[in-house]
């Protein structure tokens, strides 16, 4: 039987989410790709548990996900949370999320108030929860008014089903339409969830990270290694077979070959500090205190506790920052 680590929250300080009282781990852990029905649920558990055991009670989910097999996932987590974690069950923070396609139908996808209502139902008995902690609209639907949304999230907060709203994948205009009607109803709206990394600064570009800090509101960072960009791996070159996230396209604007010279200049950087290439790009993105937590996706306990090791040193100087700055402007 399962019992988790007595000394798990002897390392990192969680980080608040805005100015709410949600708070996570700087470092989480998301089931977005390879935590399916195909994929072998007893290593998939055991990556899970040991998450937990350094730490990381935070675990990102969507219906959406499970490499094709839509809600499985969710399932796979829901199996783990029914048995090993159910006991620690007051100390996670669950998210999942609606928006994209679940199953076939006009009701399948997007958010409006029927996607979103029985949308949350279904994620409910797939991780066999009563509620979840934190609940997303994935994306901007075009088609359905933001007032509806919105909304349909706070009713599922009102309804006991979820504690904290957030949004994902929602641009700055976007964000702030959404924010005002959430404030107007006293939404417990706490984060927008979006790609960032080294390379794809749009956040900050955009303003997005100014909105939410105005707004009390937190990011939490997806794709913080840009798929495994962001690491040793690719110091000797880019394969034509890598598949770069389409948030990401822009970071081979100019070729692979400057990427590649990037990479190894950021790498020389990170053994200064005493850090692997992927333990500073997580590092560098909790360095502002709007973001609450940074997503990582993997199924091995062995890069789990590696990328772990990031919070080792987190501290950057004006010149470390300033040579990323430039070496990251491609």
């Known amino acids: 039987m399962y019992k988790a680590n007595d000394t798990r929250y002897q390392g990192a300080t969680p980080r608040p989410v805005g100015a709410s009282g949600l708070v996570l781990p700087p470092i989480a852990l998301g089931l977005w790709q390879h935590f399916g029905s195909a994929d072998p649920y007893a290593d998939r558990r055991q990556v899970i548990l040991d998450a937990f055991d350094r730490g990381v009670f935070h675990f990102d989910v969507a219906n959406h996900y499970g490499d094709g097999d839509f809600g499985s996932s969710e399932s796979l987590l829901g199996r783990v949370l029914a048995t090993d974690l159910r006991p620690y069950r007051d100390e996670l923070v669950i998210a999942t999320k609606i928006g994209y396609e679940i199953h076939p139908g006009p009701f399948g996808t997007g958010t409006s108030r029927k996607a979103v209502l029985q949308g949350i139902d279904d994620s409910l008995t797939r991780l066999n929860l009563d509620y979840v902690d934190l609940f997303y609209a994935h994306r901007f639907d075009e088609t359905v008014p ?18 904290y709203i957030g949004v994902s994948n929602f641009d700055t ?4 339409e959404a924010i005002a009607l959430f404030a107007k109803l006293g939404t417990p709206f706490v984060v927008d969830q979006m790609s960032y990394n080294m390379f794809n600064r749009d ?3 955009t303003g997005l990270l100014d909105c939410l800090r105005r707004h009390g509101a937190g990011l939490v960072a997806y794709g913080p290694l840009s798929e495994g960009l962001l690491s040793d791996r690719y110091l000797n070159g880019i394969p034509d077979t890598f598949k770069i996230h389409p948030t990401n396209e822009t970071t081979f604007a ?10 190894n200049q950021l790498n020389e950087m990170a053994v200064g500090r005493g850090q692997t ?16 937590s940074v997503l990582i996706g993997t199924t091995s306990t062995a890069h789990l506790q590696d990328n772990l090791k990031a919070l080792d040193n987190l501290s950057f100087t004006q010149d470390e920052l300033a040579e990323i700055d430039k070496l990251t402007t491609i």
């Not at 933001?146 to 504690?163: I, M, P």
């Not at 205009?173 to 702030?176: D, M």
């Not at 290439?277 to 609450?292: G, K, N, T």
């Open 254 to 263: 100019k070729g692979k070959d400057l990427v590649v010279a990037r990479l």
């Open 277 to 292: 290439l992927a333990q500073m790009a997580l590092a560098w993105l909790l360095r502002d205190p709007v973001v609450a």
């Open 203 to 205: 956040v900050e570009a």
């Open 146 to 163: 933001v007032a509806e949304t919105v909304r349909a999230l706070d009713d599922v907060v009102r309804a006991g089903k979820a504690l």
């Open 173 to 176: 205009p976007q964000a702030s």
